[in-house]
């Protein structure tokens, strides 16, 4: 090793021994970089974290209000927490952007007073066209089930499924959602060897800056 080399070497030994006995902010500049480095790091890995935990907590929220107001059958609630297009009203778990029912605010607070029927899809198995008032939807899709004391709850992760297959983060890929899933044995149909298990999504999409309800997709067992 030559002169100029143990020098420096020398020198930076001391620095770092003065350092560590005077407990001062004496430091070489490129320990100081790499520290203020790894600082900035861990501080925006922890706003990203507590960014995070807080939208978790907003769209949980939101989707109780809304699970509330649609057992409550308050739909002026409901009406206003819809997306400005209106809620897709899926009857099972894979989407059909052409197929499925989107109904404006105005059309879901007048929802239950209106007993013209609506085509909402079809039916699994038959395939035969799902014919309902708003009522009758609600009554066989919405309210099917004790959705409000539920056996699981999803962040955007799908609690239970079936034979269906979702698609839900294709047709919503920016979208943050909530699952409330009720096990079988609960409906009071008898004894279906728990086939009779059932799960609503609210699914929220970010209008304008605030997060508004698009869909509520409703998951059971299928054929």
Known sequence: MDKRKKRRIGIFSSVMAAACLMGSSVMPIQVAAAMGSATRGQAASSVSTNEAAALKK?????ANLALRALKDRDFETLADMAAPSGIRFSPYAYIGVGADLVLTPQQIREGWDNRKPYIWGLYDGSGEVIRLDF???????????????????????????????SNLKEVYPNAQFVEFYVKGGRSGIGNVGGMDWGSLRFVFEQKQGEWKLSGIISDRWTI
Do not use: Q
């Open 135 to 165: 009522r009758g939807y609600y009554d066989r899709f919405l309210n099917n089930l004790p959705y409000t004391a539920p056996d699981g709850v999803g962040y955007n992760r799908i609690v239970r499924s079936g034979n269906t297959i």
């Open 58 to 62: 907003e769209i949980v929220r939101e």
